[in-house]
Structures are given as structure tokens and as C-alpha cells.
């Protein structure tokens, strides 16, 4: 098992050797098999985008969209990030992926402005790895040179494994980010451990407020406790607030009442495939959020 245990010590990136016991069987092998399949999946184009839209709560309007990375594994079909964005990771394959997602994103959205849809905004996920490279501002810079999207509609959406991994660093980069005229978002907001931290010390554009704050949201639960702290915050640094994965009118209604700037998730609509997503932007009704007399429409 010398091959697996090195394999093993690969991955992880360290040079370490890990011994083998029965227990790592299925899981290794099914990681290895990931890589491999991974491996191939870029040069076979098995990578496609689902695009979700984020809805201007004050007028009911698409405001942007989150670009979400697919991948339809052969055998497995339609496979999400969650499952293999780690291996991605350990194997340096997301840097590849990434930029492939970066200019997919950016082109499709430069597309969409040609045909009207403008002011429109694409979000785009950096992995930790991405956002460290030596090269990401050079590579955003390139990209955005390359489509033709002006650099105001893109915001890259980091995590706080990203941003604390090397503080200086990170200021730096955001620095160089924000003379380019990119925007930031801070996703997965509130759930880290240093979220307060790093509004402190990261010039950041936007707060994506996290899920698990949203999906028992009600009016007087100390959810809403926690989303009116963020969203007062936001506010008082002038960043803007998204709510990430809002499922029903109830948390609308919730997120409304609170002044919540923008919002995301199945209630509005799945992330779907760009061509779903350009007759959503023709078709796509501006609810009237104000006093919901439209029941938004599910997709
Ligand atoms: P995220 O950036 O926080 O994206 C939001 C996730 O929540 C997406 O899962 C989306 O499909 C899901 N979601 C949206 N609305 C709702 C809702 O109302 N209810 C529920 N239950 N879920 C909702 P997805 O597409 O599976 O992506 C998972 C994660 O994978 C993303 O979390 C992001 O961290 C990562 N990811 C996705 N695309 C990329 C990419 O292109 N590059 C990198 N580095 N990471 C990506
Ligand atoms: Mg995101
Ligand atoms: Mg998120
Ligand atoms: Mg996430």
C-alpha cells in the first residue's frame, strides 16, 4: 500500500507518511477515483455553470447572479462543489478550475450586459488556494481584459478559511483588488470565528449573510436577533447585506422588515443553467416585495 500511503501524504500536501489501516479503504479509493475523474473532467469540459440570482429587495429586480460550479460526473450526473472542491483543493486542480469558472463567469456575464441586462452584477466563489496565489490580481486583472466586463460587476466571494489564512497578504490583495475596481463579498458571514475581525482590518464590499441564520428566521427568534446585528452593521460601515438561502415568504417578509438590501435562495429561484437564467432576466416579474401582494414565483 506504499502507493496509497503516498498518494495520501500528496494530497494532504504535507510530507507526511501515512500508514495503512482497513478503515481508509473505501474512503481513499473513492478519493482517488475523484481525483482521477477530476483530472479528466477539465479536459473533457465537464464543468458547467449554474447561475442563481440575487433579488434588489427594495425594487424586486435581479440585481445579480452567483455563479455555481457543476460538474456532470460520468455515472454520478449533476455533482455540487460540496463534494469535490476539497479534493480540488488538496491537488492544486482549483486553480485550473477556478480561473476556467472566473472567465466563464465573466464572459457570460459581459454577454448578458450586451443584450440590456446592464447594471448587472456576477459573483464569483474564490477557494482559499485561489484567492493565494501569487498571481490572482494579475489573473482577475487578465480576465477582465480579456471579456471586456467592467470590473465594478464582478464581486469575489471569500471565506473567512481565505482570509485569514495570511492577514497581510489578504490586506494587500484587497487593496490591489479594490484599485482594479473588484468588488468583495464576505460569504458564509457570521458563522466563522473572527467575523468581527476582519471587517475591522478587510476592506470588503458586501456581507452574505450566512444560511443557518436564515432558514429559521422568524419574527422575535433570536435569529432575528443575530440578522438585524448584521444587517445594522452593514449598514453602519456601508457595506451591502445579502441573505443567502431564503426559502419562504415568511423570511422574506422577516428580511424586508428589516431593511435586508438584497436576497438569494429557492424562494426566488434554484441556481440554474445560463439559458434558464437569460429568460429569468427577460421574464423574471419585479415582485412587489413592499407589500408582497405577488407570491414570488418558484423555478
Ligand atoms: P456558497 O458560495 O455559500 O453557495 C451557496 C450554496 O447554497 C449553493 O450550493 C446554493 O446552491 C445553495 N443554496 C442557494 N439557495 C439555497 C436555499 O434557498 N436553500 C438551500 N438549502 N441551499 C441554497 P452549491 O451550489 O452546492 O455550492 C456549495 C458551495 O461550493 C458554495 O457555497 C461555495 O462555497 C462552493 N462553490 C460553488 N461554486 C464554486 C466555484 O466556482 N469555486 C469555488 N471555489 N467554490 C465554489
Ligand atoms: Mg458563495
Ligand atoms: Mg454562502
Ligand atoms: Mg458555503
Known amino acids: 500500500y506504499a502507493d496509497l500511503a503516498m498518494y495520501r501524504a500528496k494530497a494532504e500536501g504535507r510530507n507526511t507518511l501515512r ?15 475523484l481525483e482521477a475523474d477530476l483530472r479528466k473532467a477539465i479536459a473533457q469540459e465537464q464543468f458547467e455553470l449554474y447561475y442563481q440570482p440575487q433579488i434588489d429587495l427594495a425594487t424586486g429586480a435581479i440585481a445579480g447572479a452567483e455563479a455555481l460550479l457543476r460538474w456532470s460526473r460520468p455515472e454520478f450526473g449533476l455533482t455540487s462543489p460540496n463534494v ?12 485550473e478550475i477556478g480561473t ?19 447594471p448587472f452584477r456576477i459573483s464569483v466563489n474564490l477557494s482559499p488556494l485561489q484567492f493565494l496565489r501569487q498571481d490572482i490580481v494579475q489573473v482577475v486583472e487578465n480576465t477582465l481584459e480579456q471579456t471586456g466586463l467592467n470590473p465594478g460587476s464582478l464581486e469575489l466571494e471569500l471565506t473567512e478559511g481565505s482570509l485569514l489564512k495570511d492577514v497581510e497578504r489578504t490586506k494587500q490583495v484587497l487593496r490591489s483588488l479594490k484599485e482594479l475596481g473588484v468588488r ?31 432558514s429559521s428566521l422568524l419574527a422575535g427568534s433570536r435569529d432575528e436577533a443575530i440578522v438585524r446585528a448584521i444587517i445594522s452593521l452593514a449598514q453602519s460601515l456601508e457595506l451591502k447585506v445579502v441573505a443567502e438561502g431564503v426559502e419562504t415568504n415568511q423570511q422574506l417578509a ?8 438584497e436576497a438569494q435562495g429557492y424562494l ?3 441556481p440554474v443553467p445560463s439559458g434558464i437564467f437569460e429568460s429569468l432576466l427577460r421574464d ?16
Not at 19 to 33: A, T
Open 254 to 261: 422577516c428580511l424586508l422588515s428589516l431593511s435586508c438590501d
Open 284 to 299: 423574471y416579474p419585479r415582485y412587489l416585495l413592499r407589500n408582497q401582494s405577488v407570491p414570488a414565483k418558484k423555478v
Open 19 to 33: 500508514f495503512y489501516s482497513p478503515e481508509m479503504d473505501s474512503i481513499s479509493w473513492n478519493n482517488i477515483s
Open 84 to 95: 469535490f472542491i476539497d479534493i480540488a483543493e488538496e491537488t492544486g486542480l482549483i486553480n
Open 184 to 214: 468583495v463579498a464576505i460569504d458564509d458571514f457570521g458563522v466563522g470565528f473572527s467575523s468581527l475581525s476582519y471587517l475591522k482590518n478587510f476592506p470588503v464590499d458586501t456581507l452574505k449573510i450566512d444560511r443557518s441564520f436564515i
Open 100 to 118: 476556467w469558472v472566473l472567465t466563464k463567469a465573466c464572459t457570460q456575464a459581459a454577454t448578458w450586459q450586451s443584450l440590456g441586462h446592464a
Open 268 to 270: 426566488f429561484s434554484r
